[in-house]
């Protein structure tokens, strides 16, 4: 079962050759997703051999093989975790019924929805970082952001899989609309305004991987408790490959982290324009994309109260963050959670039905979890002996969905005056002055073993491979 079979056109673990319907349905949609990598993947590259990993079975031990591949020829496919023998709905009003082979018909239209949502989400990234392979500050860096890019469009498979086999005809017409939407498209729009931002340049990207597709593993994990089994076992073995982009996101930040710090200590200066002489991104700097992409993600989480969130949740379709480690009733009926709100021009905590803020909860373990890597970070500036401190910004800072959109509150938590936060603001976000310095570094560097000027070499190699090793061959 979890052995991948590799000789067929999509290869699977899923007994495709058993569903001639299916098997036909997907080998129709395959070479148009293959025209969209071609018009909307990494820019130039379709000819480079990379050193990628691929799925050779979904066990948890060694399920990667690397090897140089073009990219167009990697084996995308459907990989799904094994099932569990008579598994239990185990959260919701459905609590110990058994979990759903197939989708129920009351249940369809918002199970739809929340896979079509998820979907949008994986090539859209995609998209967002399709230029940015003529900027890598490395080839080791290169090879990551491949890596990166074909399992993102590997998790587009596993969500047109279940469009494909379990909603019929208006599934297949939502798989031909993943491929269709275009980040940042004026006419035709991903579904989330994040996924339709700019990944302009690789801080950007580092963080987009840390911080975003973290929020991707938060969504995974609630997806992974559905009772709708096949969406849980899909989201779990998406979830093993989600692990390396959040690597790449931290390592990414921290390298880039690391080059600043030494050549603060060499110039002993923390003076910005002398840091910026010497070509590499000053720590305030960092901050403030810190504050953009963490403020940006967390509302990826949608509204702080929300009645969509508590009917997910007791129908038994989402769960929340390792619900199966939590030792409440896993109903929550009854039950509160405190949400922010601005009242009288100040930051006030309310108490409402924890069914109705389960984005707040789930929204909540993710600032727990992405503060751990802020953390790091500063492990990396503090070994240095720099008195520079890194720091999430506050929950409800430059917030746009839900009831803390549009308020005024600074990183620290403090609501602001319009007047106090425009003068502001180029303190707390990006400037165009600082992405356009960003930008001015980005410089194509691609001989082994080299690396940009602005971040330092990675501790190791890809699968133990030196750090020099030829990571992509551009023939
Ligand atoms: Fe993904
Ligand atoms: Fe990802």
């Known amino acids: 079962m979890s052995g991948i079979n590799y000789s067929e056109k999509i290869p699977n673990n899923v007994n495709l050759s058993e569903d001639r319907t299916l098997q036909r349905a997907l080998e129709h949609w395959q070479p148009n997703y293959l025209q969209w990598w071609q018009d909307m993947g ?34 995308w ?16 009003d459905h609590i110990g019924e058994a979990a759903w082979q197939d989708v129920p018909g009351e249940h369809r239209a918002n199970l739809r929805r929340i896979i079509v949502t998820q979907g949008d989400t994986e090539p859209a990234s995609v998209e967002q970082q399709r230029h940015l392979g003529l900027t890598a500050p490395s080839q080791y860096d290169l090879r990551n952001l491949f890596q990166v890019n074909v399992e993102e469009g590997r998790h587009l498979w596993a969500m047109v899989y279940l469009l494909h086999k379990y909603f019929g005809k208006d599934g297949r017409e939502e798989a031909e609309g993943l491929l269709e939407r275009n980040s940042g498209n004026a006419d035709n729009p991903r579904i989330l305004q994040a996924f339709n931002e700019k990944t302009p340049d690789w801080l950007s990207f580092f963080m987009f991987t840390y911080f975003t597709d973290r929020d991707g593993k938060f969504q995974l994990c609630a997806l992974a408790e559905s009772a709708f089994d096949p969406l849980a076992r899909t989201t779990k073995f998406m979830l093993t490959e989600e692990a390396h982009h959040m690597f790449v996101g931290e390592s990414g930040v921290s390298r880039t982290i690391q ?42 989480f949608g509204a702080d109260q929300s009645s969509n969130a508590a009917t997910f949740y007791s129908s038994g379709l989402k769960g929340r963050y390792e619900e199966g480690k939590r030792t409440d009733d896993h109903v929550l009926k009854g039950n509160s959670y405190k949400i922010l709100a601005v009242e009288d021009g100040k930051l006030v905590e309310k108490e409402v ?5 389960l984005n707040e909860v789930l929204r909540d373990d993710y600032i727990t979890d992405s503060k751990g890597g802020i953390e790091r970070w500063n492990r990396v500036i503090a070994k240095a002996g720099i008195p520079f ?26 609501v602001v005056s319009e007047a106090e936060w425009n003068a502001k603001v180029g303190e707390w976000l990006p400037t165009n002055e600082d992405r356009a310095y960003v930008a001015s570094l980005m410089g194509r560097v691609v001989e082994p073993g080299k690396f940009a000027n602005w971040i330092a070499p990675p501790v190791m190699g890809i699968n133990r491979q030196p750090v020099d090793f030829d990571y992509v061959r551009f023939n």
């Open 42 to 75: 990494p820019d130039g590259s379709q000819n480079f051999d990379v050193y990628l990993r691929t799925a050779v079975s979904v066990d948890p031990q060694g399920w990667a093989q690397f090897g140089h591949v073009k990219m167009p020829d990697y084996r």
């Open 77 to 92: 496919g459907i990989f799904l975790n094994p099932g569990e023998q008579d598994r239990k709905i185990h959260f919701g």
């Open 259 to 300: 080059r600043t710090v030494d050549v603060m200590n060499q110039l002993k200066t923390d003076d910005v324009a002398k840091l910026r002489a010497a070509g590499v991104i000053d720590l305030p700097t960092i901050q403030r994309y810190i504050n953009f992409h963490f403020s940006v993600t967390i509302d990826l």
């Open 353 to 357: 039905p924890m069914l109705n803020a």
């Open 389 to 414: 401190t890194l720091t999430a910004p506050h929950k409800a800072f430059h917030r746009n969905i839900g009831s803390l959109s549009g308020a005024k509150i600074s990183p620290e938590g403090r």
